[in-house]
């Protein structure tokens, strides 16, 4: 992985990133990276019209959260941190400097402001580098900014309020997310998106190279560096690049971290490393001068190795709750949320350490609170929550890929080993138990309704009158369709079993009556007429043989002109990438006699029962559209 040596060299650091964004954090911890996070108490004092730019505006407050943390740290904790991140958002328009909105109508003058123009993102960083000498902290400061252009369209009032009301503004610079439902007030971004969510990423790796690689004598002749490198690109840059480094801190660093592992400090600091071989292995001259090799840190496969690890920590929050006591009640600390939920303070507080580890909690001293993605997609009420599908993670394909490897070795499912029952048929398997089934159409509807609108706006639908979403389950993706067709009306139908229990998922409002539900087995029974007919994430979980029986009986009653919308997660040809969906077919593998498919297998599938002009749309998401039409 390219990206690697240059995030790599924060391996080994205390790293701290001194800022309560949660935006910032997931983006620093989607990257790998490892840190603490200790808000700034520093106040976004600074008098604005004491700067030239508004970008130095930026730099500087990013540079003061920094140093306040780094001090407080090196003082109260006297723990000092190696690095220290600091970083600060602002949007500018009409030379104005506008920071996160005080109240709603401080967001309503903002977003006004905004309203059907171009204006500029800046956010600033500064990377302070500490150490301690005779007790006194020593900093070397390295700061920078980007702007991004960002264009919102022309907005109505009416908009601009349901937007604020939202509560989204009210934590962001410019009064705006546009990552969340910001995003639909945008028309065009020129430059780094992530830097208007809050985090230059791509120029912060560029900072770090320049910082841990700088030229050589040799790379002075041949690149165009000059004195002060400027870095375009880190993707170049190997462990072979900084042969020649001459960045003393890595002199005489130690090869082993305090955890034993071999750090990046020491993979990094070979002077010989222009004999690298392979990808893993790098030479590391020991205290004789004798190359010796040792195996660089493969984070990836560390990753995957403890990616196990990881989604316990997140099962077994859910299952305890702990993000619904969050946001109910945080910031909370570890023995409050122990006492609410009955567990261990000790392990309670290492399961929350290991969730704000993962960027799932915020942990200020104030305690733990959720994250806003957490509170949108793991809480039981969150407006996508996904706890139905972590529960079933956890409770019913945990136990299933614990026998991935019998799976693998005989080409089947594995339900009898998990849950010690020879399988029937794969629905009344889940059906056999009202709890089971609760759980199962729980997890089904999270996802439904998390991916609704992606497999309801993948084709302009509107020219259909009736759909008839077959084992559409509790509905949801029927009442997106119903929102955006206001003409279209919807039969959901699915097993009796299913359809006795839909009413708890039901939403109230506009066009619901346009969805009715009707039971039956569709591999039996007649299907209701319709114009389209769905089939969203059916046909993976059978064998070819079944769907050609189910492509059949919908291709009897489906008229020309009528069509088959089908949501899957499509593979390549090749099936070579997309890890996400090669992995969800291992996860049809051992449940099912189903798999994933790709595009061609589809649409080979659609042509044998008459459906042509098989159009398919990726989405890249969780699930992508294919729309054929009988012919
Ligand atoms: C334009 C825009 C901004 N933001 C957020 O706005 C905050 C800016 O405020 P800040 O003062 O730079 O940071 P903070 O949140 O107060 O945290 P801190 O670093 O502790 O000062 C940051 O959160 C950003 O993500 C978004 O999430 N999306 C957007 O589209």
Redesign the pocket.
């Known amino acids: 992985m390219v990206l690697n040596p240059v995030l790599g060299k924060l391996v080994s650091k205390r790293v701290v990133l001194?800022?309560?964004?949660?935006?910032?954090q997931e983006i620093l911890t989607n990257v790998g990276l490892r840190f603490e996070v200790v808000?700034?108490w520093f106040k976004?004092t600074l008098e604005k019209s004491s700067f030239a730019a508004p970008y130095e505006y930026a730099v500087e407050?990013a540079k003061q959260?920094a140093l306040e943390v780094a001090n407080r740290m090196h003082v109260k904790h006297l723990r000092t941190p190696d690095v220290v991140i600091?970083?600060?958002?602002?949007?500018t328009v009409d030379e104005q400097i506008l920071?996160?909105p005080v109240d709603k109508q401080d967001a309503y003058r903002m977003l006004s402001r905004l309203n059907g123009k171009e204006h500029s993102?800046f956010?600033g960083v500064a990377i302070i580098h500490c150490s301690s000498k005779d007790n006194q902290l020593e900093t070397e400061v390295t700061d920078f900014y980007e702007e991004t252009k960002v264009k919102f369209s022309d907005l109505s009032e009416e908009l601009l309020w349901e937007y604020i009301h939202s509560g989204e503004p009210m934590?962001?610079?410019?009064g705006?997310?546009?990552?969340a439902l910001?995003g639909m007030l945008v028309e065009y971004v020129h430059g780094d998106f992530l830097n208007?969510?809050?985090?230059p990423l791509n120029h912060f790796c560029k900072k770090l190279a320049e910082l841990y690689y700088p030229p050589s004598k040799h790379n002075v002749q041949h690149k165009k560096y000059d004195s002060i490198p400027s870095v375009d690109t880190f993707e170049n840059l190997s462990d072979g690049e900084s042969e020649s480094s001459n960045f003393t801190e890595h002199k005489g660093a130690s090869k082993l971290d305090s955890s034993g592992m071999c750090s990046s400090e020491a993979i990094y600091n070979s002077e010989n490393s222009s004999s690298v071989t392979t990808a893993l292995m790098v030479p590391l001259e020991n205290q004789n001068g004798v190359s010796e090799s040792a195996a660089k840190l493969p984070s990836k496969i560390l990753e995957l190795m403890d990616g196990f690890r990881a989604s316990k920590a997140l099962f077994v929050a859910s299952k305890l709750k702990i993000f619904d006591h969050l946001k109910d009640k945080g910031p909370l600390k570890a023995v409050d949320i122990a006492d609410e939920v009955g567990t261990s303070v000790c392990g309670t507080e290492r399961l929350l350490d290991a969730c704000a580890g993962l960027g799932l909690l915020e942990k200020t001293t104030q305690g733990y609170s959720n994250t806003d993605s957490t509170n949108t997609y793991l809480t039981s009420d969150g407006e996508y929550s996904l706890h139905g599908y972590v529960i079933h993670s956890n409770d019913h394909l945990w136990p299933l890929f614990t026998n991935l490897e019998s799976a693998v070795k005989e080409g089947t499912r594995q339900n009898h080993r998990a849950f010690g029952k020879k399988a029937e048929d794969l629905f009344k398997d889940y059906y056999h138990s009202q709890e089971v089934k609760q759980r199962f159409m729980a997890a089904m509807h999270s996802i439904a309704h998390l991916t609704a609108r992606d497999v309801a706006t993948a084709f302009d639908l509107s020219r259909f009158r009736s759909a008839c979403d077959l084992g559409g389950c509790t509905g949801a993706l029927a009442h997106e369709l119903v929102q955006i067709y206001p003409n279209l009306k919807v039969t959901v139908f699915d097993l009796p079993e299913v359809i006795a229990n839909t009413s708890y998922f039901q939403p109230s409002g506009q066009h619901t009556a346009q969805v009715t539900f009707v039971s039956g087995d569709f591999f039996k029974d007649n299907l209701p007429e319709a114009d389209l007919y769905i089939l969203s994430r059916v046909l993976h979980d059978w064998p070819d043989e079944k769907i050609h029986v189910l492509l059949s009986k919908v291709s009897a009653v489906c008229k020309p002109g009528c069509g088959i919308l089908l949501a899957e997660m499509v593979l390549d040809d090749e099936k070579k990438n997309r890890s996400t969906a090669l992995l969800q077919s291992l996860n049809m593998l051992v449940q099912t006699e189903g798999k994933e498919r790709s595009g061609s297998e589809y649409q080979a599938l659609l042509e044998q029962h008459g459906f042509t002009n098989v159009k398919i749309r990726m989405r890249g998401n969780l699930l992508d559209a294919i729309l054929c039409v009988k012919t």
């Open positions: 001194a800022s309560a964004s949660p935006r910032r808000p700034s976004e407050t959260k600091g970083a600060d958002t602002i949007v920071e996160k993102v956010t934590d962001k610079a410019g705006y997310g546009i990552q910001g208007v969510v809050g985090f």
